[in-house]
């Protein structure tokens, strides 16, 4: 079955046995109710379409990104719930690179980050750059934040809470919120039309692995970690280090399948990308050790992972044959925790031949 055919893995059109593609691609209507504050949208709908639909009915809902479904059978749509969002919201990023104490900055911003406001998202992204000596590379931590409010609340709280970061009133934007979803995409953010484009991002082949960390990282740990970008591979790697907290602290773990929120401080999306075959191995290789050197902070009781950034890397089903729930936990537990259980029951119910399935979709309990 495919969608929006974006998944990570490429499991949606990747097979090894022989195989007919049900393409919900022209399934993409998207049909927003402002008065209930709920959209329905159909499975082919990309983000894109689904922001444009939103914004061009009203300035003040938005939708977080994320979610997704398969295992169970076919959806034709969701039906999503919008959050209020006020008409101007206001964007910044602050750039550090290791010789503008990059590392340091990073280290304070792990402490604050998860509790700076419950109106203010930020993010840090860690890639590599040129320096500004001719010839030679850095390692740049690009500090960006979505404040639901306007630039003269912003300023003050960051300076009080925050005055490391070196916040001025220069790297603030205010904007629509539907804008700042193409600020975030590195995307002119008008014309807003731009979001009906699905190939307006550029397309590289990518390899992605997730961590969630809730206890902070050591300044020598830190410098380990952006010292691997210095590395060959890494031309086109980015990690994106997403503050928790506020909201996501108040969401039961059993409340929907994904399970990752309280008391997490950060999850970390590593991505490494590639414009020549030849190069693959080279870059799985690079983010195959940044996730091995990532373990001794990652979470220590059970490694979580993000079901939306597969990682085959994680384990497998069984292309031919049973998958045992032992062998499944290996990655279920990661990516669902307590809630991995509740899915194989359900799955067990409602599709117990697995007649619904790829790597890494949830078996049933019984051998059929
Ligand atoms: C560059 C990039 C950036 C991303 N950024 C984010 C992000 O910011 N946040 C985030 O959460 N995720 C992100 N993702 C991950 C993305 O959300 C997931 O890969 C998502 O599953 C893609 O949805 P899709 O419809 O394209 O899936 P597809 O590739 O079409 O399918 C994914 C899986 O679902 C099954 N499936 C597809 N359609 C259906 C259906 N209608 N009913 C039942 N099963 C179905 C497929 O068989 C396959 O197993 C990103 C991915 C990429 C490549």
């Known amino acids: 079955i495919r969608s929006g055919g974006h998944d990570v893995e490429g499991v949606s059109y990747v097979s090894q046995v022989p195989f007919v593609i049900l393409d919900l691609v022209n399934f993409r209507d998207v ?27 009203t300035q003040t809902l938005g939708f977080p990104a994320g979610g997704g479904g398969n295992t169970f059978g076919v959806v034709l749509a969701w039906k999503i719930k919008l959050v ?45 750059v040129n320096s500004s000596q001719v010839g030679r590379k850095t390692v740049l931590a690009s500090f960006k934040g979505m404040f639901l409010g306007r630039i003269d609340v912003l300023i003050p709280l960051i300076q009080y809470a925050f005055p ?83 909201k996501m602290d108040e969401i039961r773990e059993n409340e929907i399948p994904f399970p990752h929120r309280s008391g997490i401080l950060f999850e970390s999306v590593y991505i490494v990308q590639w414009r020549n075959e030849e190069d693959a191995g080279l870059c799985i ?19 979580g992972a993000y079901y939306n950034y597969k990682d085959l890397d994680l384990g497998t089903n069984n292309i031919n044959g049973y ?10 537990l990661k990516y669902f925790r307590n809630n991995f259980k509740r899915l ?4 067990t119910m409602i599709d117990p031949m697995n007649f619904f399935s790829n790597e890494q979709s949830i078996p049933p309990l019984l051998s059929p």
């Not at 290789?285 to 490694?303: D, F, H, P, Q, T």
């Not at 998958?323 to 279920?332: D, I, N, P, R």
């Not at 194989?344 to 799955?347: A, C, E, G, M, Q």
């Open 31 to 57: 049909n927003v109710d402002t008065k209930n504050e709920v959209a329905w949208v159909q499975s082919g709908a990309t983000t894109g379409e689904l922001y444009y639909g939103i914004a061009s009915k």
């Open 84 to 128: 209020p969002v006020p008409p101007v919201v206001t964007v910044f990023t602050v750039n550090k690179n290791l010789e503008q104490n990059a590392t340091k900055t990073f280290h304070r911003w792990q402490y604050i980050a998860h509790k700076l406001s419950r109106d203010l998202f930020t993010t840090v992204w860690v890639m590599k």
């Open 164 to 246: 490391e970061l070196g916040l001025a009133r220069e790297n603030c934007t205010e904007m629509s919120w539907v804008q700042s979803v193409l600020y975030f995409g590195a995307l002119p953010i008008e014309p807003v039309e731009i979001l009906l484009n699905r190939s307006a991002l550029p397309r590289l082949s990518l390899k992605a692995k997730t961590d969630y960390i809730r206890e902070p990282m050591s300044e020598t740990g830190i410098e380990g970690f952006m010292n691997m970008f210095l590395e060959e591979g890494t031309d086109f790697a980015i990690t994106m280090i997403e503050a928790f907290g506020g």
């Open 285 to 303: 290789n690079w983010i195959r050790r940044l996730y091995s050197y990532m373990s001794s902070y990652a979470s220590k009781s059970l490694r």
């Open 323 to 332: 998958t045992s729930y032992e062998q499944a936990s290996v990655w279920g």
């Open 344 to 347: 194989v029951r359900i799955k």
